[in-house]
């Protein structure tokens, strides 16, 4: 499975973007896909996950400005953010795999294949 993060790039505060994430190979609809992000000097951070197809979850500090969509027809992932804050500013990620399970969705640990990543920078 190979993933490709794009959508990223330079937006004032208070702007939004679409990120999205395409799966190719031995990709399916089962698979679980996760976003996280990484800001400079920082650890890298849960942002939301799709499930197994089935439901979406939201860290629980982002919700209400983080939405994940998933359209299959084009194994795609997407990461809506709006109202973009400067700490939003990182490297986000897209992450994919067949075996993550419930409890450990936020651990970047439980991802197999992981995508090179898409800058977002968020200028106040």
């Known amino acids: 499975v190979q993933l490709q993060a794009s959508g990223g790039g330079f937006v004032q505060a208070g702007g939004s973007l679409r990120l999205s994430c395409v799966a190719t190979?031995?990709?399916?609809?089962?698979?679980?896909v996760a976003w996280f992000r990484q800001a400079p000097g920082k650890d890298r951070e849960f942002v939301g996950v799709n499930f197994r197809n089935a439901y979406t979850v939201i860290a629980e500090s982002m919700k209400g400005r983080f939405t994940i969509s998933r359209v299959n027809a084009k194994n795609t992932v997407y990461l809506q953010i709006s109202s973009l804050r400067s700490e939003d500013t990182a490297v986000y990620y897209c992450?994919?795999?067949?075996?993550?399970?419930?409890?450990?969705?936020?651990?970047?640990?439980?991802?197999?294949?992981w995508g090179h990543g898409t800058l977002v920078t968020v200028s106040s």
């Open positions: 992450a994919a795999s067949s075996s993550v399970i419930r409890s450990n969705v936020a651990s970047p640990t439980a991802y197999v294949h």
């Open positions: 190979g031995r990709f399916s609809t089962t698979y679980t």
